[in-house]
């Protein structure tokens, strides 16, 4: 098993920038594909991007495309989410999961129910 606990969200104005982390407990995080959804109030959980953390390999949903890195420190067993050019859209309480098949990426975006593992969600607010 692994747990993972996110960490970095606050209040940013509008075109600010936030760095979120997702810090597993565990080593050996490249075994996995981690995940960041986003939640907004009374809506189901979405798929933000995510990476295979074996070969780096990123993805993104079309919404944050351009604006959002995520990337890995696997001797960190950290992931991180860099969130710039914010928009008051991307308010939302944001969650970092992981998923047993890191090749997986593109199914684990689509569907929440295909990961194993959730951390606790991190708020993200960005005024306008």
């Known amino acids: 098993d692994v747990q993972l606990q996110a960490s970095g969200g606050g209040l940013v104005q509008a075109g600010g920038s936030l760095r979120l982390s997702c810090a597993a407990s565990?080593?050996?995080?490249?075994?996995?594909?981690i995940v960041w959804y986003r939640q907004y109030p009374g809506k189901e959980r979405e798929g933000v991007s995510c990476i295979d953390s074996g070969n780096g390999v990123t993805y993104y949903a079309d919404s944050v495309k351009g604006r959002f890195t995520v990337s890995s420190d696997n001797e960190k067993n950290t992931v991180y989410l860099r969130m710039n050019s914010l928009r008051p859209e991307d308010t939302a309480v944001y969650y970092c999961?992981?998923?047993?098949?890191?090749?997986?990426?593109?199914?684990?975006?689509?569907?929440?129910?295909?990961?194993?593992?959730w951390g606790k969600g991190t708020q993200v607010t960005v005024s306008s």
């Open positions: 565990r080593s050996h995080i490249d075994d996995y594909a």
């Open positions: 999961a992981a998923g047993t098949i890191p090749s997986r990426c593109g199914t684990y975006l689509r569907s929440r129910n295909a990961v194993t593992y």
